[in-house]
C-alpha cells in the first residue's frame, strides 16, 4: 500500500486558538479510515487543510507518488488533482435538478471553454444513471434537488463525490440523517469505494465506525491521540477519558 | 441545434417576438412604409433595443453569475466612443476634402490631416490629434476597437479583482469606482475624447448625406434588432447546459464549485469579458442613434439603471431582462419627455419629469418586495414552467429529514 496523502506537523491557530496542533496523519491507496474525536476536536479544520481552504502556520501536506506539497495550490486544483469532499451539512445546488448536479461533479476536464463547448456524451448519461441508481435517486433526476429530503441531499452528496472519480474521498458525517438501511448501504458503499481509493470519514457515531470495521485515528485538540483498530482504540486510556467516558 | 431550441423554448419565443416587432416597425417607419411612426421614434426604439441586449448581458453577470456588477454601462459608453472616433473623423475628413478641393493649390494629406485636427479638437482649444486617435482613419481598425478596448478593460479589471477574490457588495463597489474613474478620466480635456464635449454629429454617416436619416433609423434599427438576437442566443446558449449549470452554481455557493474542481475565478472572468464586450457592441450601435456621447453617459447612475431595470424585469432569465429595459426605457422616455399628462391634484401640480425618479424608485422597491421575478414572472402564470428556481434555500422538512438520535434504531 503506497503513501496517498502525509501530513506532518502541521498546525494552525484561529485568533490564539489552536485548532490543529502538530498533526501528523499518512493514508495510503487503498485505504479506509475513520476519524473519531470530540467536538472542536479539528476534524472539520483537518478536512480545510486538505482540501486548501485553510492554510496551516506550519507543516506540510505531500500528496501522491511524486509527493507534491497542496499547500501550493489552490482549492480547485486540489480537487482537479484527486481530492473530494462530501460537507457535514449536505451542500447541494439546490436551484438544479439532480441530473444537473450529478453533471457538474462529473469527471471531465474543467475549463471553462471546456465547459462551454461540451457535449452531452453518452457515456457521460450512462455514469450518471449509474450513480443515480448507486444512491436510489433514479426516479428523482430530474427534480429540483432543493425538493429533496434532508437524507436525498446527502446521498446526492455522495453521488456528486463517486461522479468526480477522486482518489481519496473526504466525508463528513455521510449517516446523519440516514435511516439504519441506508446506513447501511452508506456503509457498503464506502467500503466498496475503499478498495480502490483512500477514503476518510468524519463520524460520531460509533456504531456506524464499527460497521465501517477499518483503522481509526482519534482526533483531540487537533492533534492524533491514538490510532490503529476500533478495539484498540476504544481500550486506549486517554480515549476513554476525553471522548467515550463522557 | 433543433434540441437547443427544444430545450429552451423561449429562445425562440423571443426571437418570434422580435421578428414580428421588426416587421411592424419596418411597416410603420417613415423610410420602408406608411410613415405612422416617426423617425425620431425609430430611432428610439433601435436605441431601445441596444438597452435590451446590454441588459441580457447585464442579466448573465448578475442574475446568473450573481456578480452585481455596476459598472457595465462604461463598457456600453466605451463601445459608443469607439465608433464615434471614427464615425466624427471620417465625416470631418469628407468635409474638409469638400472645401478645400478648390483651393489653388491641392492640399498635401497632411494639410488634410491638421485640418481634421483643427476641426475636431478647435472645441477643446487644440489641434493636435492625441495618439488615442491613430486608428480612427480607418473602420475596420476603429471597429476591432470596439470589440478590443470594453474587451480589454473587462478583462484586466477582472482578472484584478476576481483573484483577489473581491466579492459582494465590495465588488459592486469596486465596479462603480471603476465607473467613476472613467467617466471623471474623460471629462478632461487632455484625455483626447473633447472632454465634457463628448463626440457628437455621429448620426451623420461619413459619404451618406444624401440618405435621409429616415432611412438611416430603419437601418440602425434592423442592425439593432439583429445584433439584439444574435446577442440573445449567444447569451441563451451559453447559459444553457454545462456552463449555465457552473456559472448558477458559482452564484448559489462559489466555494462548493471550488471543491469540485472549477477554477472559479476563470469562470467569473470569462462571463465578465464577454458580457463586457457584447456591451461594448451595444453601445457602438446606440451612440450612433443617439447622435452624442460624453462622459456623463458613463457616469455611475448609467449603470446602476441597468440593474434597475434586469431587477425590474426579473433576474435569472434573459427575456425578463430585455422585456425590464424596454419598458422601463421607453416608459422613462414618455414621462421625462413630457408625454405624460400633469396629474392636478389641486394643491400640488405633479410634473412627471420631475417626479418620474420618484415613481421609478419606487417601483423598483415595490418589485424587490413584493414581485422578486419581475416582469418576468408574468410569463410563469402561462407556463408554469420555472426556468430557474427563484429559491435556492430549504423546501422545508419532510419525513425524510427526520433524525433519529445517532446510532440508534428506529422504531
Redesign the interface.
Known amino acids: 500500500m503506497k503513501t496517498l496523502l502525509e501530513l506532518s506537523g502541521v498546525s494552525v491557530s484561529f485568533d490564539g486558538f489552536k485548532a490543529i496542533n502538530n498533526l501528523s496523519f499518512r493514508i495510503g491507496e487503498p485505504e479506509l479510515r475513520a476519524i473519531i474525536g470530540p467536538n472542536g476536536a479539528g476534524k472539520t479544520t483537518f478536512m480545510d487543510i486538505i482540501t486548501g481552504k485553510t492554510r496551516p502556520d506550519e507543516g506540510r501536506v505531500l500528496w501522491g507518488e511524486k509527493s507534491v506539497s497542496l499547500l501550493k495550490m489552490s482549492e480547485s486544483q486540489i480537487a482537479r488533482s484527486g481530492v473530494g469532499r462530501k460537507f457535514q451539512k449536505p451542500t447541494v445546488f439546490e436551484a438544479q435538478t439532480v441530473r444537473e448536479n450529478l453533471a457538474m461533479a462529473l469527471k471531465n476536464k474543467r475549463g471553462p471553454f471546456d465547459v462551454l463547448f461540451y457535449n452531452k456524451t453518452r457515456a457521460g448519461a450512462e455514469r450518471i444513471e449509474e450513480i443515480a441508481a448507486e444512491i436510489g435517486l433514479t426516479d428523482q433526476l430530474g427534480r429540483v434537488s432543493g425538493e429533496l429530503s434532508h437524507g436525498q441531499k446527502q446521498w446526492l452528496e455522495i453521488g456528486m463525490l463517486l461522479a468526480q472519480d477522486p482518489r481519496l474521498l473526504l466525508v463528513d458525517e455521510p449517516a446523519a440523517g440516514m435511516t439504519p438501511a441506508e446506513r447501511e448501504h452508506t456503509t457498503d458503499l464506502l467500503r466498496r469505494a475503499a478498495q480502490k481509493h483512500a477514503v476518510v470519514v468524519v463520524e460520531h457515531d460509533m456504531e456506524f465506525v464499527r460497521r465501517l470495521d477499518c483503522k481509526v485515528t482519534v482526533l483531540c485538540e487537533g492533534s492524533v491521540l491514538a490510532e490503529g483498530s476500533l478495539d484498540h482504540v476504544t481500550a486506549n486510556q486517554d480515549v476513554i477519558d476525553v471522548y467515550l467516558g463522557r | 441545434m433543433t434540441s437547443f431550441f427544444a430545450q429552451n423554448k423561449s429562445v425562440a419565443w423571443f426571437l418570434l417576438a422580435l421578428a414580428l416587432l421588426v416587421l411592424l416597425v419596418t411597416v410603420l417607419a417613415p423610410a420602408t412604409g406608411t410613415g405612422f411612426l416617426s423617425t425620431s421614434f425609430v430611432k428610439t426604439l433601435g436605441k431601445t433595443l441596444c438597452l435590451m441586449l446590454v441588459a441580457v448581458a447585464m442579466d448573465v453577470v448578475w442574475g446568473y453569475t450573481g456578480i452585481l456588477s455596476l459598472g457595465h454601462m462604461a463598457f456600453f459608453g466605451l463601445g459608443g466612443y469607439m465608433i464615434g472616433m471614427w464615425l466624427m473623423y471620417a465625416r470631418t475628413e469628407l468635409i474638409i476634402a469638400e472645401s478645400l478641393r478648390n483651393a489653388p493649390i491641392p492640399p498635401t494629406p497632411e494639410e488634410i490631416h491638421d485640418a481634421i485636427g483643427q476641426q475636431i479638437f478647435g472645441v477643446v482649444g487644440s489641434a493636435d490629434f492625441p495618439w488615442l486617435w491613430g486608428f480612427a482613419h480607418s473602420f475596420p481598425l476603429q471597429l476591432a476597437m470596439v470589440v478590443l478596448v470594453p474587451g480589454i478593460l473587462a478583462l484586466v479589471f477582472g482578472w484584478l479583482a476576481f483573484r483577489s477574490r473581491v466579492t459582494g457588495v465590495y465588488l459592486s463597489i469596486l465596479t462603480q469606482a471603476m465607473t467613476l474613474a472613467l467617466s471623471l478620466y474623460l471629462f478632461q480635456n487632455e484625455a483626447g475624447l473633447r472632454g465634457n464635449n463628448g463626440l457628437s454629429g455621429l448620426q451623420n454617416l461619413p459619404g451618406l448625406d444624401a440618405v435621409p436619416q429616415a432611412t438611416i433609423s430603419i437601418w440602425f434599427f434592423w442592425g439593432s434588432a439583429a445584433a439584439l438576437g444574435l446577442g440573445y442566443l449567444l447569451f441563451a446558449w451559453?447559459v444553457s447546459?454545462?456552463?449555465g449549470?457552473?456559472i448558477?452554481?458559482i452564484r448559489?455557493?462559489e466555494?462548493?464549485?471550488?471543491?469540485?474542481?472549477?477554477?472559479?475565478e476563470?469562470?467569473k472572468l470569462?462571463i465578465f469579458t464577454l458580457t463586457g464586450i457584447v456591451s461594448g457592441l451595444a453601445g457602438a450601435l446606440y451612440y450612433p442613434q443617439a447622435g452624442i456621447i460624453n462622459p456623463a453617459e458613463i457616469a455611475p447612475i448609467a449603470s446602476i439603471y441597468l440593474a434597475v431595470w434586469v431587477a425590474i424585469g426579473g433576474r435569472g432569465r434573459l427575456y425578463g431582462a430585455a422585456l425590464g429595459a424596454a419598458v422601463v426605457s421607453l416608459l422613462s422616455s414618455w414621462f421625462t419627455g413630457g408625454g405624460a399628462p400633469n396629474v392636478n391634484l389641486g394643491f400640488y401640480t405633479i410634473n412627471w419629469t420631475d417626479w418620474w425618479l420618484v415613481l421609478l424608485g419606487l417601483s423598483f422597491v415595490a418589485v424587490t418586495l413584493l414581485a422578486p421575478k419581475g416582469i418576468g414572472g408574468i410569463f410563469d402564470l402561462f407556463t408554469r414552467h420555472h426556468p430557474?428556481?427563484e429559491?435556492?434555500?430549504?423546501?422545508g422538512?419532510?419525513?425524510?429529514?427526520h433524525?433519529t438520535v445517532?446510532?440508534e434504531?428506529?422504531k
Open positions: 451559453v447546459g454545462k456552463m449549470s457552473v448558477r452554481g448559489d455557493n466555494n462548493r464549485v471550488r471543491f469540485l474542481g472549477y477554477h472559479v476563470s469562470y470569462f430557474v428556481p429559491r435556492v434555500g430549504d423546501f422538512p419532510d419525513m425524510g429529514a433524525r445517532e446510532g434504531e428506529e
